[in-house]
């Protein structure tokens, strides 16, 4: 199946820091995802992203699928971005909906 | 997007005994789909849920310890039975949104075996 690594494992920042989050996937995906897990384990939608740049506030995301990646930027960040980012992938001709997930980068921000 | 309402939020279980979770959608869905996260690690597919067929597992997954009910478009059941320890995770239900791929998740049932 396909591999999904995500990097870093663990960020630590402090408020109104910027960061990248990157995502590489081993093979051709149909879509991509980016959700954020709040502290008590809620999914939060942030970005589909299958290709190309999207912008949302603070966060925005791209794409590469040629070269098989995606970034997740956060500029000023606050505490309340604490938690964990997972970059999840669908492939395959008949894997409709099915999600294969990173193991996700962990961020803390102090203030 | 969907809104997904999932049932119990947490329990905690004696061990040899099973918990049922539900999930419910505000609108009518082809596919719904059931995960599992284990302690401090990533999000795995337990299984597929059809309306009006069996759900489909994935490997490591079987139908005597997951088994799943999907009785119309807006609601599904996963059940985990016989509960031991290495049971203890979150379990979340999912569907698809409007957008072929982008999913939509319930906020989960943390699941404790004692």
């Known amino acids: 199946g396909i591999q999904v690594e995500q990097s870093p494992p663990d960020l630590i920042l402090q408020e109104g820091a910027n960061s990248t989050l990157r995502c590489n996937f081993s093979d051709s995906v149909n879509n991509l995802q980016w959700f954020h897990q709040n502290p008590w384990g809620q999914l939060i939608n942030l970005f589909y992203i299958p290709s190309g740049t999207k912008q949302n506030g603070r966060l925005s995301a791209t794409t590469v699928a040629t070269e098989r990646y995606s970034l997740l930027y956060i500029s000023s960040s606050q505490t309340t971005d604490s938690g964990v980012y997972f970059c999840a992938v669908e492939y395959g001709g008949t894997s409709y909906g099915k999600l294969t997930f990173g193991q996700g980068t962990i961020l803390t921000v102090h203030p | 997007s969907a809104v997904i309402s999932q049932k119990p939020s947490r329990d905690i279980c004696q061990r040899g005994t099973s918990l049922t979770i539900q999930c419910q959608v505000d609108?009518?869905?082809?596919?719904m789909f059931w995960y599992r996260q284990q302690p401090g690690q990533s999000l795995t597919l337990i299984a597929t849920?059809?309306?009006?067929?069996?759900?489909?597992?994935e490997s490591g997954f079987v139908i005597d310890k997951f088994p799943i009910s999907r009785p119309n478009l807006t609601f599904s059941t996963l059940t985990v039975s016989n509960l031991s320890p290495e049971d203890s995770s979150i379990y979340l239900c999912?569907?698809?949104?409007?957008?072929?791929?982008?999913?939509?998740f319930g906020q989960g049932t943390r699941l404790t075996v004692v």
């Open positions: 999912s569907v698809e949104g409007l957008r072929q791929g982008s999913a939509f």
């Open positions: 609108s009518q869905v082809t596919m």
């Open positions: 849920a059809n309306q009006g067929s069996e759900a489909t597992y």
